[in-house]
Nanobody, 131 residues
């Protein structure tokens, strides 16, 4: 059974940093896209970032415009773990952050934002940024 478990959320002041982790179990995820979405109170869940395998040992990252230059997604396949390094945090980054993955093909720069393409989801971890 596939499981994704997030950790690393918390309360931080604006301008601060946090690193989220997501550990996957139940299968090997080295060729699967692994990404992050977030949901702020009263808003729909939105895409944050994804790292996807594009061949050999090469991975490509896509980011939402709102986090480009501030957030970095990375993965450690030996640990079946994906990370989200979040710097220069803003109050508007406050949300529950979800890890996601999929066995489906079709994740690209043009489709990464589509949560319907993701099969597996974690329970979420709360990130709160105070002003």
């Amino acid at each position: 059974q596939v499981q994704l478990v997030e950790s690393g959320g918390g309360l931080v002041q604006a301008g601060g940093s946090l690193r989220l982790s997501c550990v996957a179990s139940g299968r090997t995820f080295s060729t699967y896209p692994m990404g992050w979405f977030r949901q702020a109170p009263g808003k729909e869940r939105e895409f944050v970032a994804v790292t996807r395998w594009i061949g050999t040992s090469t991975y490509y990252a896509d980011y939402a415009d709102s986090v480009k230059g501030r957030f970095t997604i990375s993965r450690d396949n030996a640990k079946n773990t994906v990370y989200l390094q979040m710097n220069s945090l803003k109050p508007e980054d406050t949300a529950v952050y979800f890890c996601a993955s999929t066995s489906k093909s079709g994740i690209s720069t043009y489709t990464a934002f589509n949560e319907d393409l993701y099969d597996y989801w974690g329970q979420g971890t709360q990130v709160t940024v105070s002003s």
